[in-house]
């Protein structure tokens, strides 16, 4: 019989069957079925009703036991080896390529090794130092080029595997490519400190003297995404942008592209100092750069070699940006940042750059059109 | 929940491939809702989830976020299904009209009668039990067949793999309270097309 009082939702009482209430609306609910003939009645068959559709999927082949059936059909399709179809790596990287166990009792895994210690004898580097882990991604027949003089190219066919990330190398990304950079992960850390995604067709390149602890790279065209973790006090992380512009990260993730002498950065987490360094090494922030600033563009005007000094004196510097929400945070020390390179290829650009309007769109494609 | 999937794809990139089967473990069952809300078929669906794993474990490094997985491999499944759905170029399961006991063609006595049992012998107590629920389950999940996609989809995240509305809502992209209306509706429908079959169990029925 219903109370005189009850309206009997049975929405609510969903809600209740569902535990979708707080514990204080479930106990007013919870009162109310008692109180209630009605409430208890719909609380019943909302109940039974419940309890049917969960047990009609009592049959279905998803838990534990689709772990157990799906082994053997991912170890074919490399699951559970270090090498998967569609990553391709270049170079050596045995300290991590050994880690699984997995790897170490298939036969097929032995071929592999032979062929990345191969490639990583014929391409080492004599300034190449290890800083972590290099995949490539991107279809089967992409390939990736190492240079470790600019100009002197040497082509190198990917293989599976991990390798190291090397310093004092130039990469060459062509399109439709993607190097997923993964500092920090070939010294024996689990996980990356930062990750570094460049999109093709781009140049990138690691400095010679260039640590994990004290990162220094070079965009000098393209696009990169990165993902950096919050560094400890004397800890460094660069990346230069086409030789003119340098951003000082606060945060940990943006996304920065450079084409003929033009700078863009896109900031997804964080806060980005964005500037330009002059010859001297000394760094002018421009602008503060946060999420809701999408994305900024500084472009340098005037002539001459866009990696001088007088080039960046001598030009103004346009900044595009959104108006700034929020007033910066203080700049920290040891936080990560972006300040010129050597190796600029592209010519100065005059006056300011149109905003990169599809940036994140571009970034969002996937690498691999057959995953994601 | 995501501080623990972003580990887990961190370290599979970095050099640990055989931690991708915690990701298998945990979200076989959330691909295998989605898989069987598309095409209302248990096999079909666990090839579904077989492929996007494969997939996903391909692509983990063109993920952006790291942290948000479940999402990304959700929409593999999903797309995945939906392709599988259309190579079949069949329709989909009908929806079960149980006041005639047709649908899909056997009734509640032919299902019993059919019980796994030597010939000439009676079915016991819990054999007949055990046809009444696997008949009951059985037009449980033809009616839940003839619902939309979506609500499909819907209905399985929520009493196949028991997510929360807001859990629900991330993965169909929509809103909560757009998620809780739609299972209010959708139970709605399914309370009276299974008012037979769940009056089986009533007293007196």
Known sequence: MKTPDCNCSTEAIWRYVDRELSAREMARVSEQLRKCENCRSIYEAQGLLARSLTSSFVDSPFGESFVMRSKERFSSAGISRPAAPGIRTIEGGTKLFFRSKTFIRTAAALLLVSLILVAGYLFRSPLAQPLGGLRVTGRDEVSVRTVDVPGQASQVQPSPGYSVFEAGRIYDVPPGTSLSLLLGAGDGRRDGVARLEVSGPARFSTDPDCTVENFHGNLIRGVLRARVRHRQKGETFRVSAGGLHQARVIGTVFVLTTDEGSTSLAVEEGLVSFGTVGEDGEYLESSRVGPADEVVTLSTGGGGDTGSSESVEAAPVTVQKAPATDSPAPLEPGTTGIDPATGSTGKPPTGSEAVPGSLRDQLDRPANPQGE | ?205
């Open chain 2, 1 to 205: 929940m995501l501080a623990e999937d972003r580990e887990y794809v961190e370290r599979v990139l970095t050099g640990e491939p055989e931690v991708f089967e915690q990701l298998v473990r945990k979200y076989n069952r959330l691909g295998g809702a989605i898989a069987y809300g598309v095409l209302s078929d248990f096999h079909l669906a666990e090839d579904v989830v077989q492929d996007a794993f494969i997939r996903a474990f391909e692509a983990l490094g063109s993920l952006k976020e790291p942290g948000r997985f479940r999402v990304w491999f959700a929409g593999i499944v999903k797309r995945r299904a939906i392709d599988v759905l259309r190579q079949r170029k069949t329709p989909r399961m009908r929806a079960v009209s149980l006041e005639s006991g047709a649908g899909e063609g056997r009734g509640l006595g032919e299902s019993v009668a059919s019980d796994s049992r030597r010939p000439g012998q009676f079915p016991d107590e819990s054999q007949l039990d055990a046809a009444v629920h696997a008949e009951r389950r059985r037009q449980v999940l033809a009616c839940i067949a003839g619902l939309d996609e979506d609500d499909r989809i819907i209905v399985s995240l929520k009493h196949m793999e028991g997510l929360s509305y807001k859990e629900i809502a991330e993965l169909m992209e929509t809103s909560v309270s757009a998620v809780e209306s739609r299972l209010f509706r959708v139970r709605k429908v399914l309370r009276k097309k299974l008012a037979a079959v769940l009056n089986m169990d009533s007293p007196g029925s």
